[in-house]
């Protein structure tokens, strides 16, 4: 039978374990993975685009500045009230989103490979939500401008994420603080510590918490609800995974 062909030689038949990697394998793999290549690209072209057609820097550096201001509202909203729902696996049709873009990436926080998010769901986000508002700011040009910075700030912050699940103590003191504050929400408490890059939106919304002994432990910080019980009521993502939901989480980094 003929190998998959996977685009990325460093990606070829590998698996990926974040909790066992250095930080230049970190590096060699998040430079070749498709993704992020995709990303790259189409920020090339969009900010060709912007360059090509603005009259003015204001026509850019506008719609970028409101794409970084933006960001960690939408990805809090984001986080917290779809790939957190418990809606989209109670239905068939979207019980394998749910699955890989989110509780994959729970059941196995270290895994690389489910760290990333699928470009076919990231991208379309990505222009819906920072494309009418660049357009808004400089037509066009702002809407290219806009979904450029999304993508240059979509790579910051998985490559950040990474870091987050990288088996290494940061040398920075913020990026200790981000990762301290982030593996919470993974292996302490999953209802709350919804950032990745900034944690200001659980703040203003009262889902921050500084220390473990904060937040109780929950019971369903590794499922996201979906156990047992739920896998028997819904049962179309534990079909796709092959097992039922493990109720257990492997040791943090």
């Excluded at 939408?74 to 418990?86: C, D, I, Q, S």
């Excluded at 700011?137 to 290219?144: E, I, P, S």
Aim: positive net charge; contains cysteine; glycine residues 8%.
């Amino acid at each position: 039978m003929a190998k998959k062909f996977v685009w990325g030689r460093a990606w070829y038949g590998r698996s990926y374990d974040l909790g066992r990697m250095s930080l230049a394998e970190l590096w060699a793999a998040f430079l070749t993975y498709p993704a992020i290549n995709l990303y790259a690209g189409l920020a090339l072209l969009s900010g060709a685009y912007a360059l090509g057609h603005a009259h003015g820097a204001k026509a850019i550096l506008l719609p970028a500045f409101s794409v970084i201001l933006i960001y960690p509202l939408a990805w809090y909203g984001l986080h917290r009230f779809v790939l957190h729902g418990r809606w989209l696996y109670r239905m068939r049709w979207s019980a394998a989103l749910w699955k890989r873009i989110h509780f994959d990436h729970h059941q196995d926080p270290h895994r690389l490979a489910v760290l990333f998010g699928s470009p076919l769901n990231t991208i379309p986000t990505m222009a819906i939500i920072t494309g009418p508002v660049g357009y808004a700011l400089a037509g066009w040009t702002g809407a290219m401008a806009a979904f450029c910075a999304s993508l240059i700030t979509t790579c910051v912050y998985e490559f950040i994420h990474c870091i987050q699940h990288l088996n290494i103590r940061p040398k920075s003191l913020l990026v200790q603080k981000l990762k301290r504050e982030h593996l919470m929400h993974h292996f302490q408490n999953e209802n709350g510590n919804y950032g990745i890059v900034s944690f200001l939106p659980d703040r203003l919304f009262r889902s921050y918490y500084a220390n473990a002994r904060d937040r109780r432990k929950s019971a369903t910080v590794f499922n996201l609800g979906y156990d047992l019980v739920e896998a028997k009521r819904y049962p179309w993502v534990m079909q796709l995974t092959g097992a039922p939901p493990r109720d257990k989480p492997p040791a943090a980094p």
